[in-house]
C-alpha cells in the first residue's frame, strides 16, 4: 500500500522557484502530519519543515523560515512545497515522509515518498 | 541545534556475526515526562528513501527482524544487528525528535566483508 507519491525531477535556475508535491492516501492525510526532507548528494538528511494537513499548521527550521511554505489541497490529498531562491546547494534529493504519531506529531518518520531529485544549476 | 554523532563512519561485518552503530547526542533525549527516548534509526539503501526501524530509541517498527536491536538513553544509544545478513548492507541513520529542528547522524555505511 503507497501512502505517499511524489512529483517528479525537477532542473531549475540559480533564483527560480521550485515547487514540488506529495499525494497522500485519503487516511495519511486524514491523520497524519507530514514532513519534508531533503537528502544532498553526499550528504546527510535535513529536515525542511511539517504541516498538519487536518488544519493546514506549519512549522520550519529558523534556517528554512524565509524560503520555505508548505500548503495543502484538501480536495486531492495533496501537500506542496514551495521553496524560493533557488541556489546551486538546494541541488538534493526531495522526500516528503508521514510523521509517525497518529493525529499527533511525534517527529519521526514511518512512510518515506521515492523522493523528487531537484538540480539547481546555471 | 543537536549534534548527532554516530560511530563508526563504515563498519565490515562478516556474515552473521555481530554488527553495533552507535549514536551520541549532544542533548539528553529522554523526556522525562513520560520516559521516552526521543531517538529513531533508519536503514537506507542505495536508490531507496530511509526505512524507519526503531523510534523511542528501542520500539521495533512493525516488520523489522528481531535480529535488529535498539538501545541506550539519555545521549548514548546503539542500534545492533545481531547476526549479519546479506540484505542488511546499507546506510544506517540515528535521528534525534525530540528538539526543532531536526536533527541526523552523518550515517554509517555497512558492508559485508
Known amino acids: 500500500q503507497v501512502h505517499l507519491v511524489q512529483s517528479g525531477s525537477e532542473v531549475k535556475r540559480p533564483g527560480a522557484p521550485l515547487r514540488l508535491s506529495c499525494k497522500a492516501s485519503a487516511t495519511t492525510f486524514s491523520n497524519y502530519h507530514i514532513h519534508w526532507l531533503r537528502q544532498a548528494p553526499g550528504q546527510g538528511l535535513e529536515w525542511m519543515g511539517v504541516?498538519?494537513?487536518?488544519?493546514?499548521?506549519?512549522s520550519f527550521p529558523q534556517k528554512f523560515q524565509d524560503r520555505v511554505t508548505i500548503t495543502r489541497d484538501t480536495s486531492t490529498n495533496t501537500v506542496y512545497m514551495d521553496l524560493s531562491g533557488l541556489r546551486s546547494e538546494d541541488t538534493a534529493l526531495y522526500y516528503c515522509?508521514?510523521?509517525?504519531?497518529?493525529?499527533?506529531?511525534?517527529?519521526?518518520?514511518?512512510?518515506w515518498g521515492q523522493g523528487s531529485l531537484v538540480t539547481v544549476s546555471s | 541545534d543537536i549534534v548527532m554523532t554516530q560511530s563508526p563512519d563504515s563498519l565490515v561485518v562478516s556474515l552473521g556475526e555481530r554488527a553495533t552503530i552507535n549514536c551520541k547526542s549532544s542533548?539528553?533525549?529522554?523526556?522525562?515526562?513520560?520516559?521516552?527516548?526521543?531517538l529513531a534509526w533508519y536503514q537506507q539503501k542505495p536508490g531507496q528513501p530511509p526505512k524507519l526501524l526503531f523510534y523511542w530509541a528501542s520500539t521495533r517498527e512493525s516488520g523489522v527482524p528481531d535480529r535488529f536491536s535498539g538501545s541506550g538513553s539519555g545521549t548514548d544509544f546503539t542500534l545492533t544487528i545481531s547476526s549479519l545478513q546479506a540484505e542488511d548492507v546499507a546506510v544506517y541513520f540515528c535521528?534525534?525528535?525530540?528538539?526543532?529542528?531536526?536533527?541526523f547522524g552523518q550515517g554509517t555505511k555497512l558492508e559485508i566483508k
Open positions: 515522509a508521514r510523521d509517525g504519531g497518529f493525529l499527533e506529531w511525534w517527529g519521526y518518520f514511518d512512510y
Open positions: 542533548q539528553s533525549l529522554l523526556y522525562s515526562s513520560n520516559n521516552k527516548n526521543y
Open positions: 504541516i498538519n494537513p487536518r488544519g493546514g499548521g506549519t
Open positions: 535521528h534525534q525528535h525530540y528538539y526543532t529542528p531536526y536533527t
